[in-house]
C-alpha cells in the first residue's frame, strides 16, 4: 500500500512539471520511465497543461522568401508581463518541411505545394512520426489546376490525431470541379478515402483549425464565391456540417479562422474596423459573440491581415500575429480595455517566421515508428 502511495504522490508531482523537467526524469529508474511513458500519465500531463497555460511556447518557422531553413523556439518566462524569452533553435526534424497546423502541442509539417509528405512532430520533445507519402489521385477529364488543403486535430472519441487531405480538381474553364478527401491517424497510418459527399464549395481560407474534435474551413459558393460559410468536418463520424458565419461577409476585406482560449474563432476584417467573435456553444449559431472590436489606426502597421495566437494569462490581452505580406512579421499584444496595442520587442525573433502556439505536450514521448533525430545524430557520431 505505500508503494502504491509513492507511486500516486510521484505521479501528481511529475504531472505539475514542465515538459524540459519530465523527460529528465526518464533514467532515473525503470519504474519513473515506465510512469512517464504510459499512455494515462501524458493524457493527464496534457491535461494539466491544457488547464493552466503551462509551457506556453511560440514555435517559429523561420522563412525568407524561400523554403523554411530552420525552427525556433520562444518560451513565455514572465506570465505577468507576457514576455517571451531569447529564441533558441530547435534541431530540425525534416529538411525544409514547413508548419501546417498544430494541436495539443504537437505541430502537423509537410512538404511540397501539393502536401503528399505529411509528418507530426512534437517540438518539446523532440520526436516526430512520418505519414506514407501519398500520391495525388487525378480524376480523368481534369486540368493540372488544383490545390491542397490539409487539416490536423484530435478525434476525443477515439483518442486519436488525424490528418485530413482535400484536394481541389478543376475543369479547363474553372468551372467544373471535384474533391478527392482522405484521412490518416496516428492509430491508423495509412491513408483512407472519405466517401462523404465533400459540398460544392470553394475553401476559401488557407488555414483549418481544429476545435471539438472537428476540424473547420472557411467556404464559398463556386459562383461568385459570395456566399460564406463554414464546413466543419468531424474526425470521428467523417461527416460534414455547414454553419452560418457571425454575420454575412460580402462585404468585408477579409476573414480568418482560429482557436482562441479554447472557443472557435472568426475574425472579420473591414475598411474601418476588425471585430473579433468567439462560438461560444459548440456547434450553435446562435452563440456566435463579439469580445472586441479594433479600429484600423489602432495597429501598427498591417491592418488587413492578422490573426489571433492566444488570450494572455489573466484574460486582458491577445496576442496577434501580423501577417508577413508587406514585409517582417510583427507579434502584438492588444490590450482589449485601454484598446492599445503593444508590439512585441524580441531581438532574438527572425525576420519573416510563422508561428505554432504549443502548450506542454509529452505526446510522442514513446511509442511505435516515432523517430527521435538526437538518436540519429548520436549514432552518426558514433560511425565516425
Not at 459562383?223 to 468531424?234: E, I, P, Y
Not at 474526425?235 to 457571425?246: D, Q
Request: aromatic share 14%; net charge positive.
Amino acid at each position: 500500500m505505500m508503494s502504491n502511495l509513492l507511486q500516486e504522490l510521484i505521479a501528481e508531482i511529475l504531472i505539475r512539471l514542465p515538459v524540459k523537467s519530465v523527460v529528465r526524469f526518464l533514467c532515473v529508474s525503470k519504474e519513473w520511465y515506465a510512469l512517464i511513458t504510459s499512455s494515462y500519465f501524458i493524457k493527464m500531463h496534457l491535461k494539466f497543461s491544457i488547464e493552466t497555460n503551462r509551457d506556453r511556447t511560440l514555435i517559429l518557422n523561420e522563412e525568407d522568401f524561400a523554403p523554411a531553413s530552420h525552427y525556433l523556439s520562444a518560451v513565455q518566462f514572465s506570465s505577468k508581463y507576457n514576455r517571451f524569452g531569447k529564441t533558441v533553435e530547435i534541431y530540425q526534424p525534416l529538411l525544409n518541411w514547413v508548419i501546417s497546423d498544430y494541436c495539443d502541442g504537437l505541430v502537423c509539417l509537410h512538404k511540397g505545394h501539393e502536401k503528399q509528405d505529411v509528418a507530426i512532430w512534437n517540438p518539446l520533445v523532440r520526436k516526430y512520426r512520418r505519414f506514407p507519402s501519398e500520391p495525388i489521385e487525378e480524376p480523368s477529364g481534369f486540368s493540372d489546376v488544383r490545390f491542397s488543403h490539409l487539416a490536423f486535430g484530435h478525434d476525443p472519441r477515439n483518442d486519436d490525431y488525424k490528418v485530413l487531405r482535400v484536394i481541389e480538381f478543376y475543369m479547363e474553364d474553372m468551372i467544373g470541379m471535384e474533391f478527392e478527401v482522405k484521412v490518416c491517424s496516428m492509430r491508423s497510418p495509412s491513408w483512407k478515402k472519405i466517401d462523404e459527399q465533400w459540398p460544392n464549395m470553394v475553401i476559401c481560407c488557407w488555414k483549418s483549425v481544429a476545435w471539438n474534435g472537428d476540424v473547420y474551413w472557411l467556404v464559398a459558393d463556386r459562383v461568385g464565391q459570395h456566399r460564406k460559410s463554414l464546413l466543419a468536418f468531424d474526425l470521428a463520424t467523417e461527416k460534414i456540417r455547414l454553419y452560418g458565419t457571425p454575420v454575412p461577409l460580402e462585404n468585408y476585406l477579409s476573414t480568418f479562422l482560429d482557436v482562441l482560449g479554447g472557443l472557435l474563432c472568426c475574425i472579420v476584417h473591414d475598411y474601418m474596423y476588425c471585430d473579433v467573435y468567439l462560438m461560444k456553444k459548440y456547434g450553435v449559431e446562435g452563440s456566435w459573440t463579439q469580445i472586441f472590436k479594433i479600429e484600423k489606426n489602432v495597429l501598427c502597421r498591417n491592418f488587413e491581415y492578422f490573426r489571433t495566437l492566444m488570450f494572455s494569462t489573466n484574460g486582458k490581452k491577445v496576442l496577434l500575429e501580423e501577417h508577413p505580406e508587406c514585409g517582417h512579421t510583427n507579434l502584438i499584444w492588444y490590450d482589449i480595455e485601454k484598446k492599445r496595442c503593444y508590439r512585441v520587442k524580441n531581438r532574438s525573433f527572425p525576420y519573416v517566421f510563422k508561428v505554432a502556439t504549443c502548450i506542454g505536450s509529452l505526446l510522442l514521448l514513446d511509442g511505435d515508428n516515432v523517430i527521435d533525430p538526437t538518436q540519429k545524430k548520436n549514432k552518426r557520431k558514433r560511425k565516425r
